[in-house]
T-cell receptor
């Protein structure tokens, strides 16, 4: 597709359940980012991939969060044993390689943990 | 640690008014700065990207300026319209080489007909 695609758009999970969020970046984009946006806040960085290599995971809030991009294209963010504080919008962005390039965002996945 | 501030958090103006949205950041060692628009329940739409070597960028009724040394950027919206109502987010890339963005909390703009 022409833009960054995320699925599902909405996810309701019971506390303790595992979830998987998918991001399909713009074709050819080397860099992929995950961000978490709490209600009324700006997005906060979670993790960064360059191709299949996860170069920075300093923003992941706990070891329950795991991200992968095995073939350097589609990425999955997995949250194990979800808790209420995990409720947020999870945004994926992609860009061409380099620090000077523009980031393009997907529509996000709204996760609600009940 | 880079911090980005956007004040005020919300703004309400009558249609037709020219307005300025402010953004400040603490570390001037940035690669670029991006302004985004976010509609309720939606993702982020990139409006303007200013490289660290540039002073401003323009797109239609939007003009963004960057003063890297003072850690400030402004987004100017000319002749505002009700359709401009949204949250506007400022984000900086840097310092550091991994291209992650640090965002402000955004300014929620309401343009009254």
């Amino acid at each position: 597709g022409a833009g960054v695609s995320q699925s599902p758009r909405y996810k309701v999970a019971k506390r303790g359940q595992d979830v998987a969020l998918r991001c399909d970046p713009i074709s050819g984009h080397v860099s992929l980012f995950w961000y978490q946006q709490a209600l009324g806040q700006g997005p906060e960085f979670l993790t960064y991939f360059q191709n299949e290599a996860q170069l920075d995971k300093s923003g992941l809030p706990s070891d329950r969060f795991f991200a992968e991009r095995p073939e350097g294209s589609v990425s999955t963010l997995k949250i194990q044993r979800t808790q209420q504080e995990d409720s947020a919008v999870y945004l994926c962005a992609s860009s061409t390689q380099g620090a000077y390039t523009e980031a393009f965002f997907g529509q996000g996945t709204r996760l609600t943990v009940v | 640690k880079q911090e980005v501030t956007q004040i005020p958090a919300a703004l309400s103006v009558p249609e037709g008014e020219n307005l300025v949205l402010n953004c400040s950041f603490t570390d001037s060692a940035i690669y670029n700065l991006q302004w985004f628009r976010q509609d309720p329940g939606k993702g982020l739409t990139s409006l303007l990207l200013i490289q660290s070597s540039q002073r401003e960028q323009t797109s239609g009724r939007l003009n963004a300026s960057l003063d890297k040394s003072s850690g400030r950027s402004t987004l100017y919206i000319a002749a505002s319209q009700p359709g401009d109502s949204a949250t506007y987010l400022c984000a900086v890339n840097g310092p550091g080489a991994n291209s992650k963005l640090t965002f402000g909390k955004g300014i929620t703009l309401s343009v009254r007909p």
